[in-house]
């Protein structure tokens, strides 16, 4: 987040009334103050009101509507917007959509904020909203920074559960909440949103839907019959994936044993008995169940030979692990955390600039990448 704060750059000045009007049939009260941006190169002790444009006043406004939520005059502002900017929210949608892809994050979290300030119920920004935080959790679990994932992600369901409560309901948003609860490994949640979106659509013809509809759709149904299929809706599952992602990793062997014992060809099972044996640091023991887990079905998963790489380096079998480690990246070329571990297989080999050259290439992916940052340091203080 943005330590600063965003209203310190506006000013709330009154304008004449033939400011704006005389672009649009817009009535100017001139009793109630107008934000206006300041310029981005202008000095304290410069402002000159003569200069002052129409985009520093509508910049000024969305800037209002972003963060100033209590403001007395929101209605009035949000009117003055949308009639000289009949258009804007596609605009300034398209435009944070963009900001997220490239992961100019701070800017799309601000555009995204002056859409809901503009509109707060409709249904697609909120959709939209829930997706960039979701997609910002992602990046930074990816680079390491997990507490600051686990905020966003609450953050993200918290703009799903709002956008679950549309009525009536967008199907669009059980698509997207089902992948969001997959990758927390909450499989009957997810299992219940694809459901939703199929039922959603059922009555839609695919002509209706188009091609990206359809796929959806089989997408939908293919993973609920994977999660049908492998059980992992299970309670025992379930258990066990939340114990050990919680550090209590006993207790969820335990719980994932059990469920072995009756689906022992699920390897989403033999995977998280090998994970929660890695951080037992039972090195041998969860080699065993990866090796488990690629017999049934866990060859398509990079993170199943990630993670035995990780056990045959703690054997000293770098050959085996740099075999792992490859097979990984070609499933996924930019997956840094297989592209880091390769540089710690080359420390753990001896060579010091192969390992710097991995984590190099890891910021080069990922600039925010705390993992890779810290270990270039160590080895700039090292050599």
Known sequence: MNPKNPLESIYFISIP????????????DPKIKLPVQKKVDEAPGEFNPKEITTEQILAGILTVLAYDKKNENLDYYREIVKQVKPNIKK?????????????????????????????????????????????????????GLNDDADAYDADAQ??????????????????????????????REAKDAFETYIALTCDVNDEDLGENGVYKKERAQEIINFINEQNVDDEYFRAAYDLISHGQEEKGLEQIRLFIANNPKVWNAWFLLGWGLRRLERFSDAKQAFLECLKVGGDKNPDTY???????????????????????????????????NLGYLALAQGDVQGARNYFQTVLEYNPKDTIAAAELLKLEKDS
């Open 17 to 28: 009334d033939n400011f704006i009007s005389s672009q649009t049939q817009l009535k100017i």
């Open 91 to 143: 605009e300034l949608c398209e435009a944070a959509i963009l900001k997220t892809k490239n992961e100019d994050f701070e800017l799309a979290e601000e555009i995204f904020l002056a859409l809901l300030g503009l509109d707060s119920e409709d249904p697609a920004l909120i959709l939209n909203m829930a997706l960039f935080l979701d997609q910002r959790a992602d990046s930074y679990r990816n680079a």
């Open 158 to 187: 918290s703009y799903y559960t709002k956008a679950m409560s549309v009525e009536p309901p967008l199907a669009d948003v059980y698509f997207n909440v089902g992948f969001f609860y997959m990758k927390q490994h909450k499989y």
């Open 306 to 340: 990630n993670e035995l790489s990780l056990c045959y380096i703690q054997e000293k079998n770098f050959d085996e692990a740099q075999k792992c480690l490859l097979k990984a990246l070609g499933m996924e070329p930019e997956n840094t955390k297989v592209i880091s």
